[in-house]
Every structure is written in C-alpha cells, then in structure tokens.
C-alpha cells in the first residue's frame, strides 16, 4: 500500500501563508453566513489538495463486475459529498461509500489529473452523501446479545430518546462467465442506539425484548403496517423508531 504523506506538502502550504494573510484582511470585512463558506473558502485558497484530505491510500479496484452491479452505496460513480477527516470538515468532496470494503474513496484534484485515494477509516469522523449522514463507530462499543458494532452507520433517524440506525453491507460472490467477474448483493441491518447502548434489531422479536411494555403498541404497529415492511423496509423502520420515539416520550400514550 502507498501512503501519501501530508509532511511534503507542508512547505507547499506555507508558500500560500502570506497569500492567505493579505486575503484575511480582505475577507474579514465580510463575514461568513455558515461555517460551510470559511472552509470551502480556505480550501480554494490553498488547494483541498494540499490539505490533510490528502492523507490516505493509493486506491486501485480489485474487482471486475457486470451489468451495473457494484459494491458502492448508491452509484458507483463519485459524487460530491461531505466529510469530517481528522476531525477537520471538508465539503464537496467527490467520493463514493464502498459498502463491501466499509471504506470512504475520494478523487481530489492534482498537477495533471486526478488522484484516487481511500481515506484512512479510523480518521474519518463523519460523512453524508446525498443528504445521509453517516458516522464512524469505534469497535471498542459493544451491543445488545454481545455482538459487535464498528465502521460506517447510516442515521435513519434520531432523537434525544432513541436513534436508527443501518449497517449498509454487501456479500460478494464470484461467477465465471466469459471471464471471472464478482456479484455483489445488499445484506443490510438496523440497530437501535437506546439508553446508551447499541442493539440489533432484525426481527419483530429482538424489538419486544428491547421495549416488554410496549409490546402491544409494536404488535398493532406491524399489523397495521405489513405491507410498508415488505415494499420499503427503510422507511417502515423509519416511522417505527418515530412512533417509538413518541411512546418513549409520552408513557401515557401507551395501551
């Protein structure tokens, strides 16, 4: 694996600093309506290049797929997002979630083309791609039936109370055809952050052990809603963790 170093850029930067001080003194006459603008706006004066972005691994792609099969969330393609690396914010960045991997790839602009890296993952804090917001969750976390929970997790929703969230994974198979190529298939899980502790929630089951005395509210829920549960799981899971957040909020609604 080759690492690029951010040391080298250093005296790249340093060649910006009086740059950045006459343009200071320009810019602090106007301020800044969101903290978007300040880095987006130091990141043109210097190159997003030449930032600690930069810091990552020479990505190549190890497998060949068909048909528009990928292992990436969403597209395949980099789109812009933004990205909180080495507790640093970074905005429109072009990237792509790689589910499969559980790593962050992002283009960043260089002196010819383009350079392709793959993010260091223990440095990456938070990310969101197309309005979702993805957070990094460290293996030392533990949750409900002692399994374990790490990487990248989608915030469905959240609340003071409680908070879903979606573990976004793909299995891989190979199949040979006119050469070898790989199969990638959506496997994704939901887990309830609650009472400062993480559980897997992949059955109606796992959610009546989690909240006894709302059993009856989570029976009548999917009842009422089976059909929402088969065509769009995520938005089923959505409007459960909002109704349970209402009960939650509001013992006295419960019958």
């Not at 829920?221 to 909020?249: A, E, G, R």
């Amino acid at each position: 694996m080759i690492y690029f170093n951010a040391l080298f850029r250093k005296n790249k930067i340093v060649l910006y600093f009086i740059t950045i001080i006459i343009t200071t003194s320009v810019k602090s006459q106007t301020s800044f309506n969101t903290n978007n603008n300040y880095y987006n706006w130091f990141d043109n004066i210097i190159g997003v290049e030449n930032t600690e972005i930069n810091n990552g691994i020479v990505y190549k792609e190890k497998y060949k797929t068909i048909d528009g099969n990928h292992k990436f969330y969403s597209t395949s393609k980099f789109i812009n997002g933004n990205i909180t690396y080495h507790k640093q914010p970074f905005f429109n960045i072009e990237m792509k979630y790689d589910i499969y991997e559980d790593e962050i790839i992002i283009k960043l602009p260089n002196q010819s083309s383009f350079s392709i890296i793959q993010l260091i993952k223990d440095k990456v804090d938070t990310f969101s791609i197309n309005n979702h917001k993805f957070i990094n969750i460290s293996k030392s976390e533990e949750i409900f039936y002692n399994e374990e929970i790490s990487g990248f997790y989608e915030i469905s929703f959240q609340s003071k109370k409680i908070t879903l969230l979606k573990k976004h994974k793909k299995e891989r198979k190979q199949r040979i055809g006119n050469f070898v190529y790989s199969q990638f298939k959506d496997n994704s899980s939901y887990y309830i952050f609650y009472d400062l502790k993480y559980y897997k929630i992949n059955s109606k089951n796992k959610l009546l052990k989690l909240f006894p005395s709302l059993k009856k509210n989570i029976v009548s829920f999917y009842s009422s809603k089976k059909q929402q549960l088969k065509s769009d799981p995520d938005l089923f899971m959505v409007n459960l963790t909002k109704h349970l957040n209402i009960l939650l909020k509001n013992p006295e609604t419960k019958h």
